[in-house]
């Protein structure tokens, strides 16, 4: 599919791209051939040069994923949202930017998110603390990694420019799994959870307050007019309902309560309806859960630092047996053998 202009009617939730694009660079300063790496992502080259054209949300995880085990680099999101200029997200920067408090450029910044990325909602969560929630709306969490962990690191970084102060996190949360990292925990200025319930980050409620530095209520006017017709004239895309049943089965999963009536009830839904909706897309709630493991394991296998055991707790199964004979259905192959040809 070619990429998605601003209004183009897109199979799935589409992106503006900008990761995508300084990802690129990055790679070619690395002397690292990206042509082979589009074409693997259902991209070329001319989406890339090309500005004004968005990509599906799904190829641009795909390739951020390419990129970083080309580079070696597992943080690479984390580390793309260093050193870019933030003034390059647009509206994204500049709404907030010119807003009056802190308060107000996170809820407008969740109010206006879409405008860059149709695949992630965020929503503003005020009282003791103040901070935003992540969700993925027509893309499975579980594919990605490095798209949420930038946009998070370069949103904490906003919000320290725009109100010139070196603001810590109160609880920075990634939903994925992976080995803490230190520098991430440096960066926020809290102990970041991994594995989490969810993808949030949040300040202390104190910060409501903090004035931005450039505030022009003039020129956030006219942005907010800008932006509240880029939102009428966009079309909302709505994610599946297997979908959301398989992002809510991701997080159960490792507490062993991936079940079909709880994730109805996380989705505040009786389990008879929650089977009637998976029909009505030609699912079963085994079609979406069996799928996902498969994926979620060939995953973890492929990171040394996870026992088999640990993997097979992370799927929610209750011993390693059980995982290596639903493995083996799979692939055909034992868990152990399929890491050895993994490395």
């Given at each position: 599919m070619r990429g998605c202009k601003r209004g183009d009617l897109a199979v799935s939730p589409s992106a503006g791209g900008a990761i995508t694009r300084l990802a690129c660079l990055h790679a070619q300063e690395k002397r690292i051939e990206i042509d082979d790496l589009l074409r693997k992502a259902g991209l070329s080259r001319n989406q890339i040069e090309d500005s004004h054209i968005w990509f599906e949300m799904r190829k641009q995880i795909k390739f951020l994923n390419l990129i970083a085990e080309a580079i070696g680099d597992d943080c690479l999101g984390f580390h793309l949202s260093q050193k870019f200029e933030l003034r390059m997200a647009g509206l994204l920067y500049y709404v907030p930017a010119s807003s009056d408090s802190l308060g107000e450029a996170l809820r407008r910044l969740a109010r206006y998110s879409s405008i860059v990325n149709e695949g992630i909602k965020l929503t503003f969560r005020g009282g003791k603390s103040i901070g935003l929630t992540f969700e993925y709306v027509g893309v499975p969490r579980h594919s990605d990694q490095h798209q949420v962990e930038f946009w998070i690191a370069a949103l904490v970084r906003a919000c320290r420019q725009i109100t010139n102060r070196n603001l810590a996190a109160q609880r920075v949360s990634f939903a994925h799994r992976r080995v803490p990292v230190s520098e991430m925990n440096s960066f926020f200025g809290c102990e970041v959870s991994f594995g989490a319930d969810g993808d949030e980050v949040s300040f202390p409620g104190t910060f409501e307050d903090v004035p931005i530095i450039n505030a022009?209520?003039?020129?956030?006017?006219?942005?907010?007019?800008?932006?509240?017709?880029?939102?009428?004239?966009?079309?909302?895309?709505?994610?599946?309902?297997?979908?959301?049943?398989?992002?809510?089965?991701?997080?159960?999963?490792?507490?062993?309560?991936?079940?079909?009536?709880?994730?109805?009830?996380?989705?505040?839904?009786?389990?008879?309806?929650?089977?009637?909706?998976?029909?009505?897309?030609?699912?079963?709630?085994?079609?979406?859960?069996?799928?996902?493991?498969?994926?979620?394991?060939?995953?973890?296998?492929?990171?040394?630092?996870?026992?088999?055991?640990?993997?097979?707790?992370?799927?929610?199964?209750?011993?390693?047996?059980?995982?290596?004979?639903?493995?083996?259905?799979?692939?055909?192959?034992?868990?152990?053998?399929?890491?050895?040809?993994?490395?």
């Open positions: 022009d209520p003039y020129l956030n006017g006219i942005l907010i007019k800008f932006c509240d017709e880029a939102l009428a004239h966009r079309k909302i895309h709505r994610s599946s309902f297997g979908l959301r049943v398989e992002n809510e089965i991701a997080l159960l999963l490792p507490h062993g309560k991936a079940q079909a009536g709880e994730v109805a009830r996380k989705l505040n839904l009786s389990k008879r309806t929650l089977v009637r909706q998976l029909a009505a897309e030609g699912l079963t709630f085994a079609r979406v859960l069996q799928p996902l493991r498969s994926d979620l394991a060939k995953r973890h296998l492929s990171d040394p630092d996870l026992s088999i055991s640990k993997i097979a707790w992370l799927l929610g199964y209750q011993d390693v047996s059980a995982f290596s004979n639903a493995f083996k259905r799979w692939t055909g192959k034992a868990p152990r053998n399929m890491r050895r040809k993994i490395e």
